[in-house]
T-cell receptor
Framework: QQQVKQSPQSLIVQKGGIPIINCAYENTAFDYFPWYQQFPGKGPALLIAIRPDVSEKKEGRFTISFNKSAKQFSLHIMDSQPGDSATYFCAAKWGAQKLVFGQGTRLTINP | ETGVTQTPRHLVMGMTNKKSLKCEQHLGHNAMYWYKQSAKKPLELMFVYNFKEQTENNSVPSRFSPECPNSSHLFLHLHTLQPEDSALYLC??????????????FGPGTRLTVL
């Protein structure tokens, strides 16, 4: 199945909280799992990515947790800020170029 | 200009019109992509071009006709569209290679409304 299921659709968190966005997949041929951040009026931009041989990757306040046996991965945002308010997409890649995206999560960080 | 640019940013057209979307990448990449982003739906890959050659057509209706004259420019020609084609059309580019993550860089998109 060339699908990635993402939840929740929307999320509201207070400043300083830790929003968590979850994704699940079926296709074991996926070999690269990026997260994209999209602000209104802009295209998606790569935020952080992970390969399935790693269980966790951290870049600044953003962390991906990856559970290969469960075919699930999640994005955590530490010490969230109002500037993190955006739509977040998980994705999965197979082959050299084919990206499949999740449905997106609209994240709002309240001051 | 830097990154990936798209013009126009907004387009309103009737179902009988013919229009074109333009994408230009200033990153020296050799692969370009068209995606469709509809409300509450995942981004959908439409077309992939590598070194000006189309390598992927994701069952896109023929009323969408892509053109890639060189590795830096990509067009999407539109004709006799339907209201359900209204969406944000995103262009992306990447450095294609046999290995590596081939990160895709996206433009800001063209917001298309079909009346």
């Amino acid at each position: 199945q060339q699908q990635v299921k993402q939840s929740p659709q929307s999320l509201i968190v207070q400043k300083g909280g830790i929003p968590i966005i979850n994704c699940a997949y079926e296709n074991t041929a996926f070999d690269y799992f990026p997260w994209y951040q999209q602000f209104p009026g802009k295209g998606p931009a790569l935020l952080i990515a992970i390969r399935p041989d790693v269980s966790e990757k951290k870049e600044g306040r953003f962390t991906i947790s990856f559970n290969k046996s469960a075919k699930q991965f999640s994005l955590h945002i530490m010490d969230s800020q109002p500037g993190d308010s955006a739509t977040y997409f998980c994705a999965a890649k197979w082959g050299a170029q084919k990206l499949v995206f999740g449905q997106g999560t609209r994240l709002t960080i309240n001051p | 200009e830097t990154g990936v640019t798209q013009t126009p940013r907004h387009l309103v057209m009737g179902m009988t019109n013919k229009k074109s979307l333009k994408c230009e990448q200033h990153l020296g990449h050799n692969a370009m992509y068209w995606y469709k982003q509809s409300a509450k739906k995942p981004l959908e890959l439409m077309f992939v071009y590598n070194f000006k050659e189309q390598t992927e057509n994701n069952s896109v209706p023929s009323r969408f006709s892509p053109e890639c004259p060189n590795s830096s420019h990509l067009f999407l020609h539109l004709h006799t569209l339907q209201p359900e084609d209204s969406a944000l059309y995103l262009c992306a580019s990447s450095q294609n290679g046999l290995a590596g993550d081939n990160e895709q860089f996206f433009g800001p998109g063209t917001r298309l409304t079909v009346l």
